[in-house]
């Protein structure tokens, strides 16, 4: 059973172009939603992190957007460049165990065309 | 800034081999974590640790097991490898209230 769905599979974006990626989870216990970067060849680095008391977080050209009510939250990226070409994977958790066991989304594949 | 090494960054194993898959961190991380990674199916837990010698099953458990003698150091073992245990394996660690930091990943063909 899969408890975070995302979307889209792969996305493709001009140079300047917003990219946004969504997702939607199932448990409502989940207080804690972050996005992975990953780049071919690495593992996946943390990109940004919201928690529900607040609807939206921005650092830079990156907004996760929340919306608690229907269990979703998206991924906009700004001013879209070749250096954002990546896979993109959001996650949520519940810090109810003592650890951020992560639930992953199958990923979405971004690729920004000059 | 938190370094996850995982040993190899490619291997090659036979069907029925016994396979270790080592990952080390250097910041004294409590939580240690194993995942397999293959396209279109996103990350899969496979176990997780909060302490020396604890160990925990993840979704996906089933002809893996784990070790974790040391705090700095979880390996994963692969007892009778399998051709559908061909996989990314990434191993990530976590400190309190830190996100999960991620190794390279190691990627594993099995023949």
């Known amino acids: 059973q899969q408890q975070v769905k995302q979307s889209p599979q792969s996305l493709i974006v001009q140079k300047g172009g917003i990219s946004i990626i969504n997702c939607a989870y199932e448990n409502t216990a989940f207080d804690y939603f972050p996005w992975y970067q990953q780049f071919p060849g690495k593992g996946p680095a943390l990109l940004i992190a919201?928690?529900?008391?607040?609807s939206e977080k921005k650092e830079g050209r990156f907004t996760i957007s929340f919306n608690k009510s229907a269990k979703q939250f998206s991924l906009h990226i700004m001013d879209s460049q070749p250096g954002d070409s990546a896979t993109y994977f959001c996650a949520a958790s519940y810090s109810g165990a003592g650890s951020y066991q992560l639930t992953f989304g199958k990923g979405t594949k971004l690729s920004v065309i000059p | 800034d938190v370094k996850v090494t995982q040993s190899s960054r490619y291997l090659v194993k036979r069907t029925g081999e016994k396979v270790f898959l080592e990952c080390v961190q250097d910041m004294d991380h409590e939580n240690m974590f194993w995942y397999r990674q293959d396209p279109g199916l996103g990350l899969r837990l496979i176990y997780f640790s909060y302490d020396v010698k604890m160990k925990e099953k993840g979704d996906i458990p089933e002809g893996y097991s784990v070790s974790r003698e040391k705090k700095e150091r979880f390996s994963l073992i692969l007892e009778s490898a399998s051709t559908n245990q061909t996989s990314m394996y990434l191993c990530a660690s976590e400190g309190p209230n830190q996100p999960q930091h991620f190794g390279d990943g190691t990627r594993l063909s099995i023949l």
């Open positions: 919201i928690r529900p008391d607040v």
